[in-house]
């Protein structure tokens, strides 16, 4: 009787536990705050690899003294310019891509990627703001900061693009993926004059509902397995 009851102690501790247990994990986050960032080029710091017109400064920020920096005036290409950042992600069910954005207003608009993502097959998707200052189809307010969020479902292979708490719709992944391998950010295509800064850059993993239920049910039918009787 002992047993039993310690093991039913033990399965209501877990089973008070587990919310826990499920809580959202933090996978990568870039602050761009010192002492892992310096001011000036980001190419070098933090594993970060691609473009020259991406820096770190201190005149805008979300958070903190330090924020991102993309300067179209920098692109003498006229082609693509993106930073970006190798990470391995192995896929929980959910994965919530999060950064602070702001758009200045500039005579001159660029196309601008604030987000995007890479998986084992290639591009899983990116995020896409028109040289009309639209992110699928909605307006982005420019001169202030915004809140980006990026919902990768890998059980369905599809994303959800929220846009200050409001809903963009879904898309399908471009490519089937089970986690991703590099993120990226930067200009997309016709420079201009105008910038882009990012800030509170965030990955976090959200685990499989259930999964914690699952394993208090598996303990439950071990706690009320009855006990064999000793031989007479």
């Known amino acids: 009787m002992k047993s039993f009851s310690l093991r039913l102690g033990v399965l209501l501790l877990f089973l008070s536990l587990a919310p826990i247990s499920r809580a959202d994990i933090v996978r990568y986050q870039a602050d761009f705050e010192s002492p ?99 992110l699928k189809g909605v307006d982005v307010v420019h001169d202030q900061w915004n809140i980006l969020q990026w919902v990768l479902d890998f059980n369905a292979q599809s994303a959800e693009i929220f846009l200050n708490d409001a809903s963009l719709g879904t898309t399908s992944f471009a490519n089937a993926a089970t986690g991703i391998n590099r993120i990226a950010a930067g200009l997309s295509q016709n420079p201009g004059t105008d ?27 071990f706690v009320a397995r009855p006990r064999g009787r000793a031989a007479e």
């Open 36 to 134: 892992t960032y310096a001011t000036g080029g980001l190419v070098g710091q933090d594993q970060w690899i691609g473009t020259a017109i991406a820096s770190v400064q201190t005149a805008i920020v979300h958070a903190g003294t330090q924020a991102l920096e993309f300067d179209a005036n920098l692109d003498t290409n006229n082609s693509q310019q993106t930073a970006q950042r190798l990470i391995t992600l192995t896929a929980d069910a959910k994965i919530v891509m999060q950064t602070a954005f702001y758009l200045t207003s500039d005579t001159t608009a660029s196309a601008w990627i604030p987000l995007a993502a890479f998986g084992e097959n290639g591009i899983i998707g990116q995020l896409f703001i028109g040289a009309n200052g639209q």
């Open 195 to 221: 910038h882009l800064y990012l800030d509170d850059l965030s990955i976090t993993a959200i685990p499989e509902p259930g999964s914690m239920t699952l394993l208090g049910l598996s303990a439950f039918s």
